[in-house]
């Protein structure tokens, strides 16, 4: 494992899905975090950039543990301790970066790559001398101490950020650095990480321990209730509530794929009408999202030990990670556990088996659970559901026609092969009324808000460019299959600005 302390730079994460995806098994962790309290003894350690300059009255520090780990040779080295300058040249962007070479040989850590790249820079401070017993492995036309290394210890500081795309060879240097110099295998894959899951959950559990959860059909919940049920079969319990805000028929097919498909226990409970009468006259919208959250409670199905959440490892960075004072955009209810009172006021264990995985990750993890592909490659659906697509007041007759839209959009999507190149897709209602002629009569009628976006990692997104006549085509089916619309948009708002949700 390699370890890579987080100081709040924006790449951090970058850096550990770098080292995954060479099969090298990375955490992050708060570059505050005390080495003693490790629950693993990593083999290389990264201290990340941060938006803080080491002078800065506040500047996060690292356990100073971290430089005196003995006989621990493998090393990345924030340059805090040495002579910083805070920039007269800010530096941002590309610059090319050249290994030094010494005595015919440049450093291990450029080991088969060219010996001028391109880099990506993003600092404010820089070096201004070497530290004692540092050496510089490269240069760039800005700086003099682009990469400098220890001359006996695996200690380097990199003034550039290897982990993201725009440095050329990033990921060859990363892995120089982890396989060559610190001793990582690349033996990381999900089949293995599969095996030591249903271990761990074997041994969390017990021999007697019952597991309860909540579902929602969703890739996350799927894949761990598959894990769940294949670690301790009938002892793990699903239970499905139906809020009345699911998508056309979800309810049902939800239930035929997780009981039947994929055997798990599962009961649902149709809480609809307390949820739609329960939203009547909210129209803020985190006012409906904490009435939704405070109205699923699944522990309500009996005497059970541990609840199971599905949790990612971005949730769990974003609560751990350095990152000051960040203000809420939105509150998102699954994450960070069930509300106290249902929890540790009922005895309740939380119990996260995918909290050190990537959303493709877990993907991955559902094929090596042999779910099929349709439901690994489910796209996003919002907790709150349908009620965050249809702005202000959520009535019955909204969510049908929310509800009727997206499914002749999603069914278009898939029979136009686009499903998989899209990251999100959904219909939304915006219930001011529009003006329309239909039949000689002049009518007024909902709108109807088309959005599908691609991401990544769903923090920004892009607008997807669908074909005219494929637009065209959706527009028509809606107007004149969903009662009650006479207008249908596309919403072609990136984010930023705009948020992937219409609320
Ligand atoms: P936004 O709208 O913030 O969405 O750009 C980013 C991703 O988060 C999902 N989302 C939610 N998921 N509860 C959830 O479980 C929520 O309240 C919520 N709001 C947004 C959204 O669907 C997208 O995938």
Avoid at 1 to 9: C, K, N, Q, R, W
Avoid at 34 to 62: D, N, Q, R, W
Avoid at 78 to 101: C, F, M, Q
Wanted: hydrophobic share 40%; proline share 4%.
């Amino acid at each position: 494992t390699i370890l890579v302390l987080d100081f709040g730079s924006q790449y951090t994460h970058l850096i550990t899905r770098r080292l995954r995806e060479l099969n090298v098994f990375s955490e992050m962790l708060p570059c505050t975090q005390k080495l003693s309290e490790l629950k693993f003894t990593p083999k290389g350690i990264i201290l990340s950039g941060g938006p803080y300059s080491v002078y800065e009255e506040g500047a996060p520090h690292v356990d100073p543990a971290v430089f005196d780990l003995n006989g621990m040779q493998e090393l990345a080295y924030r340059i805090d301790s040495a002579n910083v300058i805070a920039g007269t040249h800010r530096e941002y962007g590309h610059a090319t970066l050249r290994a030094r070479s010494i005595g015919g040989h440049v450093d291990r850590l450029f080991d088969g790559i060219e010996e001028s790249m391109r880099v990506w820079m993003s600092h404010g401070d820089k070096l201004a001398k070497l530290p004692e017993g540092f050496h510089t492995v490269a240069t760039s036309d800005n700086s003099e101490y682009a990469a400098i290394a220890h001359g006996s210890k695996a200690i380097y500081g990199l003034q550039f950020h290897p982990e993201v795309t725009h440095t050329q060879n990033g990921t060859a240097l990363l892995k120089n650095f982890a396989v060559g110099i610190c001793g990582c295998k690349q033996d990381w894959t999900m089949q293995k990480f599969l095996e030591e899951a249903v271990a761990q959950i074997r041994h969390t559990v017990g021999e007697k321990g019952q597991v309860l959860a909540a579902v929602s059909g969703g890739v996350d919940s799927t894949v761990a209730a598959k894990l769940m049920k294949e670690a301790i079969g009938s002892r793990f319990w699903a239970v499905l509530v139906n809020n009345g805000l699911m998508r056309l028929n979800e309810c049902e097919q939800v239930q035929k794929d997780l009981s039947e498909a994929l055997g798990i226990n599962l009961t649902v409970v149709d809480a609809s009408k307390e949820f739609l009468d329960g939203l009547k006259g909210i129209e803020d919208p985190e006012k409906k999202r904490k009435f939704i959250a405070a109205a699923h409670d699944p522990t309500k199905a009996g005497k059970i030990e541990f609840f199971m959440q599905g949790t990612l490892y971005p949730d769990v960075i974003e609560s751990l990670s350095f990152k000051g004072p960040s203000a809420t955009i939105k509150t998102h209810h699954n994450v960070g556990g069930l509300p106290e009172r249902m929890m540790n006021g009922q005895g309740l264990k939380l119990i996260e088996p995918l909290r050190s995985l990537y959303k493709d990750e877990v993907r991955e993890l559902g094929r090596a659970l042999e779910i099929r592909e349709e439901l690994v490659m489910r796209h996003p659906f919002p907790g709150p559901g349908i009620a965050v697509r249809i702005l202000g007041e959520v009535t019955p007759e909204k969510v049908e026609i929310a509800r009727q839209a997206d499914h002749i959009f999603i069914s278009e999507i898939r029979k136009a092969g686009l499903y998989n190149q899209i990251s999100q897709a959904y219909a939304a209602v915006d219930p001011s009324r529009a003006v329309g002629v239909m039949g000689d009569k002049r009518v007024y009628g909902y709108i109807v808000v088309l959005r599908a976006v691609t991401t990544t990692d769903f923090m920004t997104a892009e607008a997807f460019n669908f074909p005219w006549d494929f637009l065209q085509r959706v527009m028509n089916r809606i107007v004149n299959e969903v009662h009650g619309v006479c207008r249908v948009v596309y919403d072609v708002t990136s984010k930023p600005p705009g948020t992937i949700e219409l609320e």
